[in-house]
């Protein structure tokens, strides 16, 4: 007994103003005829363009991250831990001078950085420690050298003591492996997004 052969089901051809029901004859036919594939030759050329692109976009990202020194990702992770204490800090004054966004001292008032209690230079194993990092001004963090001790007096209100003593104590050195500051950056880029995700609610 000899079983039927299951027919192909007709599909409509891809051309936009065509639309014609046609069987393919071969897998991926997606137009009727060859003139509908000169037809839409253009918009098969573009996604190949595009898609291409997008290979060599990924190549080239993926080459880049290999060429990254350790000092690299160091500059990454510490960028993504300043971006989340500035967020974090939005609605807060300086840290050591209590200058906002509304004042009218520009130097102060319009831009931001996020400074450092104990400098990356004095104690590297607090770099990336959110009770060690603050909103501050332009001012104080570049021009007055961080400003410490307004930057200690108004810290220690806002942490309270025994986190400033904690701060202020001895800390085991730090040897970050590339994979674990990667994962300092990951870490951080998420908790920024998940505040903004916070803050637009």
Known sequence: M?????????????????GEKFV???????VCSPKCGLAIKHV???KARKSLGQVERR?????????????DHLHE???AVNGY?????????CISCDSTPNDNDLMTGSRWDAGHYRSVGACPELRFEPLNIHRQCVKCNRNLSGNAVEYRIRLVQRIGAEKLAWLEGLHAPSKYTVDEIKAIKAKYRAMTKELKKGQAA
């Not at 000899?2 to 065509?18: D, E, G």
């Not at 393919?24 to 997606?30: D, E, K, M, S």
């Not at 204490?85 to 004054?93: E, G, I, K, S, T």
């Open 2 to 18: 000899m079983l039927a052969t299951k027919q192909p089901r007709p599909k409509k051809c891809k051309k936009p103003a065509c």
């Open 24 to 30: 393919a004859q071969r897998l991926g036919q997606a």
């Open 85 to 93: 204490v500035r967020l974090r800090d939005a609605h807060q004054p």
């Open 59 to 71: 190549e080239i990202k993926v080459r880049k991250e290999k060429l990254k020194s350790r000092a």
């Open 44 to 46: 098969n050329q573009e």
């Open 77 to 79: 992770a510490q960028a």
